[in-house]
Structure formats: structure tokens, C-alpha cells
């Protein structure tokens, strides 16, 4: 069963990491949400969300993808946690998935991991400074390799079910769309 780590921080944008956890645990993909700190993390709206564990706990544990969800402050704390730069690195090194939506590319930039890629972001997100190197798309979602990343609460749908096929495959993502029940493209 994959497994990826969600980590949580205080301003975290509650509707990509609720879509996030519900997406994936939808497809039965193992998820594991750990908190910054102990206890409760309330994000940007103010609802309360509390953590599976800490991210002290996981830190040597094996994970498939590592998703990082968005929202200020919450990608802010996230950039500033010299931990979650570990675990990204790690994660990269071992060729597994890192990704990131809406302020949180941001994090993944400063790890150095856009570099030479793809990438989006919500937009401002990424300073001048950070966008060197990275070939910015405004769609939706954009995936490179081993990064995904996507621009916001709007797109969190999408975003999950790259996601899932990333790491499941194109059928398992049918299988949870289809029971969405999303309206097909005109």
C-alpha cells in the first residue's frame, strides 16, 4: 500500500489538505498527517485539525510522496521547519514524490527541488528570487518527474487525483472520480 506523509502547520489551507486526505484515503492509500508540534492545528479558517502524530515521529519513517498543503501562514511555517527541508531532500534523493499546492511550491523551491522543472504556484507565491530556474506554468495542475504541484484551493480537486494516479494509476483515479460524481467536460 503506498503511503505519504501530509504535514501539517498553524494556517494551513483547509480545503486542499481536507481534499488531500479525503482523495487519497478514498483511493486507500495510506495517509499520515503529522503536526509541526504536538496537538491540535488550526488552520487559516480557523477549523481545528488534529494530527495522526508529530513530524518528530515520522521523520525516519518511509513514505511514498510527501504532499504539502498550502495556505498562509501555515507554507510559511512549513519553509521555515528545517525538518520538513529534511524530509523533502530525503524523499527526492530516493526518488519519491514531492509535492505541493497553492503558497507551499514554495517550499519546495527553496529546497531547491524546482529547479530545471515545471512548476506552478499560486500566483505571487514564488519571489522573482525563487522563480529563477523554474519553467512557471499557470495551469492547473503540472508535474515533472517526481514534483507535482498546483495552484490553489480551486484546483485541490485535480490536484488529489494527480495524486492518486501518480501513485495508483490511471484506473484507481477513475474508480474515485467517477464516484465524485463530477460533471463530465463540456
Same mark, same amino acid.
Given at each position: ?18 481534499? %488531500? ?5 478514498? !483511493? ?5 498527517? #503529522? =503536526? @509541526?508540534?504536538? +496537538? ?56 519519491? %514524490? ?5 503558497? !507551499? ?5 527553496? #529546497? =531547491? @527541488?524546482?529547479? +530545471? ?70
Amino acid at each position: 500500500m503506498a503511503k505519504v506523509l501530509i504535514p501539517l502547520a498553524e494556517g494551513f489551507e483547509e480545503l486542499e489538505a481536507v481534499t %488531500i486526505i479525503d482523495i487519497l484515503r478514498r !483511493a486507500e492509500i495510506e495517509v499520515v498527517i #503529522a =503536526g @509541526l508540534q504536538e +496537538g491540535p492545528v488550526r488552520g487559516s479558517r480557523r477549523t481545528v485539525i488534529l494530527p495522526d502524530t508529530t513530524l518528530d515521529r515520522v521523520m525516519n519513517a518511509t513514505f511514498d510522496m510527501i504532499a504539502l498543503p498550502g495556505g498562509q501562514p501555515g507554507s510559511n511555517h512549513l519553509n521555515a521547519d528545517h525538518r520538513i527541508h529534511q524530509l523533502l531532500s530525503r524523499l527526492a534523493n530516493e526518488g519519491k %514524490i514531492t509535492a505541493a499546492i497553492c503558497a !507551499a511550491p514554495l517550499v519546495l523551491a527553496s #529546497a =531547491g @527541488l524546482l529547479k +530545471g522543472k515545471k512548476g506552478t504556484s499560486f500566483p505571487g507565491a514564488l519571489s522573482p528570487k525563487l522563480l529563477e530556474g523554474i519553467d512557471y506554468q499557470e495551469t492547473a495542475v503540472v508535474k515533472d518527474g517526481t514534483v507535482i504541484t498546483s495552484r490553489g484551493p480551486g484546483t485541490a480537486l485535480d490536484f488529489a487525483l494527480t495524486l492518486v494516479e501518480t501513485l495508483m494509476g490511471k484506473e484507481t483515479r477513475k474508480k474515485v472520480e467517477d464516484l465524485l460524481q463530477r460533471p463530465k467536460p463540456l
